[in-house]
C-alpha cells in the first residue's frame, strides 16, 4: 500500500514540477474552446446547443495530449525496470501511473470547464451536470489513455499514433458524455442513465485497462 | 548494517534469443550466498541480456533459474537490485527525492524507509548534493545516484551492468567497498564490468567462449 501511496505521489508531483504535462494540456483546451466561437459565428443558439460536444471532445483531445508522458518518460530513463522489478504487480503499477495521470491532469481539465462552458453559451443550469458527467467519465479517459501510451512506448513521436489507437475507445464515453448533458439545452432532463453508464465505463477500464497496460509494457521492456 | 541474506541462485541450461538470434545456450552456474559473478565477453555477447534475464524483465529462451534460500512465491526481480545503462533518475528531482522514493517503493514492509534513506544518501557520499536536482549532477554524479538505489532497499541479489562507467577513482573504490560489505553480509553480486574491480569474484563467465564453443 505505502508502495502505490508513493507512486501515485512521486507521478502527481512530477506532472506539476515537469510543467508541460499539465500546462499544456490545460492550455490547449483552453485555445481549441476559445477559437471554436470564433469559426462557428456569433449565433448564441448555435453555440449552446453544441457547447457540450465541443467541451468534451477538447477535453478528450486534451487528455489524449499529456497522454504519452503516462509511461513514456520512465521507460526512457530506465525507471520502469526498476519500477517492474518493486513490490507491486505491473498492473498495479500501470494503474496508480493512470489513476495519477487522472488526478494531475483529468480533475483540473474539469475544473476549467465551466469557465469555458461561459465562452460557448452553455446554459448555466447544465454546469453542475456537465461537471459530474465529466468527472464521472474521465478516469475512464485517463486509464484507456494508458493502453495507448504503454503500447507505443519506445516509438518515437508516438503522439499520433496513440490518439489513433485511443480515440476510437473514447467513442462511448463522448456519446454518453455528451448525453448526460444536452438534454439540459434541448429537452428533458435525463442526466441519470447516461452518467451511470459513465460510470460504469470508468470503472470497467479502471479494473482492465491496467491488465492490458502491463502486457503492453512487459512487451516493450524485453 | 544489513541482515544477513542466504540466498543461493543457480541457472539451469538457460539460454538466451534476441531478435531470432541465439546469444547464449546451455548455460549453468550456481552461486551461493556471499559469491560473486563477473560476466565477462566481447561486445553484444549477451552481457546485459543475462542480467536482464536474471532481473526478469527479459524471458527466457530456454532451462529455468532457481533460487534457494527465499519465500517460493517471490519472484526473482523482487529479490534484486538491477543497477543498468540507464539511471533512472528524474531530472526534475533532488537527489534526495530520487533516493526516498525509490526507499519508500522499493523497501515495502522492510524497516524505516527513513533508515534505508540515510544509508543510500551516505553509501556514495550523495548526501551533501541531496538537495541539488539530479538534473545538474554530473554523468558520474548521476550513475553514483543509481548505484546508491543498492541501498534504498535490503535485498540480495546485485545485478551490476557496467557499475563503473563514468565513475571517478575514488567512487569505484566505495564501489568495491560496498560490494564487499554486501558479499560479507551472504549477498550475492552478478557484474558485468570491462574495467578491473578489486572485488574478488569467486567466479566468472566468458559469454564470447559460451558462444564459441
Known amino acids: 500500500?505505502?508502495?502505490?501511496?508513493?507512486?501515485?505521489?512521486?507521478?502527481?508531483?512530477?506532472?506539476?514540477?515537469?510543467?508541460?504535462?499539465?500546462?499544456?494540456?490545460?492550455?490547449?483546451?483552453?485555445v481549441v474552446i476559445?477559437?471554436?466561437?470564433?469559426?462557428?459565428?456569433?449565433?448564441?443558439?448555435?453555440?449552446?446547443r453544441i457547447a457540450p460536444g465541443i467541451l468534451w471532445v477538447g477535453l478528450l483531445l486534451a487528455g489524449l495530449l499529456s497522454a504519452g508522458r503516462i509511461f513514456d518518460n520512465d521507460y526512457e530513463d530506465?525507471?520502469?525496470?526498476?519500477?517492474?522489478?518493486?513490490?507491486?504487480?505491473?498492473?498495479?503499477?500501470?494503474?496508480?501511473?493512470?489513476?495519477?495521470?487522472?488526478?494531475?491532469?483529468?480533475?483540473?481539465?474539469?475544473?476549467?470547464a465551466p469557465l469555458l462552458a461561459l465562452l460557448l453559451n452553455l446554459p448555466?443550469?447544465?454546469?453542475?451536470?456537465?461537471?459530474?458527467?465529466m468527472l464521472a467519465g474521465t478516469p475512464a479517459v485517463s486509464f484507456l489513455a494508458g493502453i495507448g501510451a504503454s503500447l507505443t512506448l519506445g516509438l518515437r513521436?508516438?503522439?499520433?499514433?496513440?490518439?489513433?489507437?485511443?480515440?476510437?475507445?473514447?467513442?462511448?464515453?463522448?456519446?454518453?458524455?455528451?448525453?448526460?448533458?444536452?438534454?439540459?439545452?434541448?429537452?428533458?432532463?435525463?442526466?441519470?442513465p447516461p452518467f451511470l453508464i459513465l460510470c460504469a465505463l470508468s470503472l470497467a477500464s479502471m479494473v482492465l485497462a491496467p491488465l492490458a497496460?502491463?502486457?503492453?509494457?512487459?512487451?516493450?521492456l524485453r | 548494517?544489513?541482515?544477513?541474506?542466504?540466498?543461493?541462485?543457480?541457472?539451469?541450461?538457460?539460454?538466451?534469443?534476441?531478435?531470432?538470434?541465439?546469444?547464449?545456450?546451455?548455460?549453468?552456474?550456481?552461486?551461493?550466498?556471499?559469491?560473486?559473478?563477473?560476466?565477462?565477453?566481447?561486445?553484444?555477447?549477451?552481457?546485459?541480456?543475462?542480467?536482464?534475464?536474471?532481473?526478469?524483465?527479459?524471458?527466457?529462451?530456454?532451462?529455468?533459474?532457481?533460487t534457494d534460500g527465499a519465500d517460493a512465491d517471490t519472484p526473482i526481480a523482487e529479490l534484486s537490485h538491477y543497477v543498468g545503462h540507464l539511471n533512472a533518475a528524474k531530472t526534475a528531482f533532488t537527489v534526495r527525492e530520487n533516493l526516498a522514493f525509490w526507499a519508500d517503493f522499493l523497501a515495502e514492509g522492510q524497516g524505516d524507509p527513513a533508515d534505508h534513506l540515510a544509508g543510500a544518501l551516505a553509501a556514495f557520499g550523495l548526501g551533501e548534493l541531496g538537495r541539488?536536482?539530479?538534473?545538474?549532477?554530473?554523468?558520474?554524479?548521476?550513475?553514483?545516484?543509481?548505484?546508491?538505489?543498492?541501498?534504498?532497499?535490503?535485498?540480495?541479489?546485485?545485478?551490476?551492468?557496467?557499475?563503473?562507467?563514468?565513475?571517478?577513482?575514488?567512487?569505484v573504490k566505495k564501489l568495491d567497498g560496498a560490494m564487499r560489505d554486501h558479499l560479507k553480509a551472504g549477498g550475492i553480486a552478478v557484474v558485468s564490468t570491462h574495467v578491473p574491480l578489486e572485488t574478488k569474484f569467486t567466479h566468472t563467465l566468458d559469454l564470447g567462449l559460451e558462444r564459441a564453443a
Open chain 1, 213 to 220: 497496460s502491463a502486457a503492453a509494457i512487459r512487451n516493450a
Open chain 1, 1 to 30: 500500500m505505502n508502495a502505490a501511496l508513493a507512486l501515485l505521489a512521486r507521478d502527481v508531483k512530477l506532472a506539476w514540477r515537469e510543467g508541460g504535462a499539465v500546462g499544456v494540456a490545460l492550455g490547449f483546451y483552453l
Open chain 2, 1 to 66: 548494517m544489513q541482515t544477513p541474506f542466504k540466498l543461493s541462485l543457480s541457472a539451469q541450461d538457460i539460454a538466451c534469443e534476441r531478435g531470432g538470434r541465439t546469444l547464449f545456450r546451455n548455460l549453468d552456474f550456481a552461486v551461493e550466498p556471499g559469491q560473486a559473478l563477473l560476466v565477462s565477453g566481447p561486445n553484444g555477447a549477451g552481457k546485459t541480456s543475462l542480467l536482464r534475464q536474471l532481473a526478469g524483465l527479459l524471458p527466457l529462451a530456454g532451462g529455468r533459474l532457481v
Open chain 2, 132 to 171: 541539488l536536482p539530479a538534473g545538474l549532477l554530473s554523468a558520474g554524479q548521476k550513475r553514483k545516484l543509481a548505484l546508491s538505489r543498492l541501498f534504498a532497499a535490503p535485498r540480495p541479489l546485485w545485478l551490476l551492468d557496467e557499475p563503473s562507467v563514468s565513475l571517478d577513482v575514488a567512487s
Open chain 1, 34 to 48: 476559445v477559437i471554436t466561437p470564433l469559426g462557428l459565428g456569433p449565433d448564441l443558439n448555435l453555440l449552446g
Open chain 1, 157 to 192: 513521436r508516438s503522439g499520433l499514433l496513440l490518439a489513433l489507437l485511443v480515440v476510437p475507445l473514447y467513442v462511448p464515453v463522448l456519446i454518453f458524455g455528451v448525453s448526460a448533458v444536452t438534454p439540459y439545452v434541448t429537452g428533458p432532463n435525463s442526466l441519470w
Open chain 1, 78 to 112: 530506465g525507471t520502469l525496470d526498476v519500477l517492474a522489478a518493486g513490490p507491486l504487480p505491473l498492473s498495479v503499477v500501470a494503474g496508480v501511473k493512470c489513476l495519477a495521470h487522472w488526478l494531475a491532469t483529468g480533475i483540473p481539465l474539469v475544473l476549467i
Open chain 1, 124 to 133: 448555466m443550469g447544465s454546469v453542475p451536470s456537465l461537471m459530474l458527467a
